[in-house]
Antibody, heavy 121, light 110 residues
Framework: EVQLVESGGGLVQPGGSLRLSCAAS????????MHWVRQAPGKGLVWVSR????????TYADSVKGRFTVSRDNAKNTLYLQMNSLRAEDTAVYYC??????????????WGQGALVTVSS | QTVVTQEPSLSVSPGGTVTLTCGLS?????????SSWYQQTPGQAPRTLIY???TRSSGVPDRFSGSILGNKAALTITGAQAEDESDYYC??????????FGGGTKLTVL
């Protein structure tokens, strides 16, 4: 069974940093691309970033570019999201999501349950 | 900034048919945008319904279908059921490793 479990969320002050982890199991993590997607309270889904299977290509939404860094450790089956210079508008539930190996890697087939990040003083 | 447009809210009667659309602020949506659709109920993670415009994800009932209607991607629910009351999001692939979600449609079944 495919499982994606996010951790590391919490309360952080504006300007601070936080690192989220996403532990993957039930599939060969090293062969799949992954996304981060976020959702502010009461708002819609927003795409954040995509990383390819070997980490050689990473893309970001303009809203987080230069502040967020995505990485992965295929030996540990774990995806990471390092968030720096956090702002109140970064407050959201952050989902890690698996890119399905079909349709030219353009769809998400599995989602984690999400980790809440709250940026507030 | 790319804006992907969806109806903020729609309603459908039980057993009825409803179509949700997904448009672009600057162009027509075609199959090259690989539209996908996701269903989300409050407090839950999204669930994948449709990908690559019209392919149903595993386990999705056949009352859900995807298409291109005019210049937009579309999700049609034929024979809506009470459990279909949810938020629905489309996602478009913009190329160059960039994706964008629509603002979502809140569907009420009443």
């Amino acid at each position: 069974e495919v499982q994606l479990v996010e951790s590391g969320g919490g309360l952080v002050q504006p300007g601070g940093s936080l690192r989220l982890s996403c532990a993957a199991s039930g599939f060969t993590f090293s062969t799949y691309w992954m996304h981060w997607v976020r959702q502010a309270p009461g708002k819609g889904l927003v795409w954040v970033s995509r990383i390819v299977s070997d980490g050689s290509s990473i893309t970001y939404a303009d809203s987080v570019k230069g502040r967020f860094t995505v990485s992965r450790d295929n030996a540990k089956n774990t995806l990471y999201l390092q968030m720096n210079s956090l702002r109140a508008e970064d407050t959201a539930v952050y989902y890690c999501a698996r890119v399905g190996p079909v349709a030219s890697h353009t769809m998400i087939d599995y989602w984690g349950q999400g980790a809440l990040v709250t940026v507030s003083s | 900034q790319t804006v992907v447009t969806q109806e903020p809210s729609l309603s459908v009667s039980p057993g009825g048919t409803v179509t949700l659309t997904c448009g672009l602020s600057f162009a027509s949506v075609s199959t090259t945008y690989y539209s996908s659709w996701y269903q989300q109920t409050p407090g839950q993670a999204p669930r994948t319904l449709i990908y690559s415009t019209n392919t149903r994800s595993s386990g999705v009932p056949d009352r859900f279908s995807g298409s291109i209607l005019g210049n937009k991607a579309a999700l049609t629910i034929t024979g809506a059921q009470a459990e279909d009351e949810s938020d629905y999001y489309c996602m478009l692939y913009m190329g160059s490793g960039i994706w964008v979600f629509g603002g979502g449609t809140k569907l009420t079944v009443l």
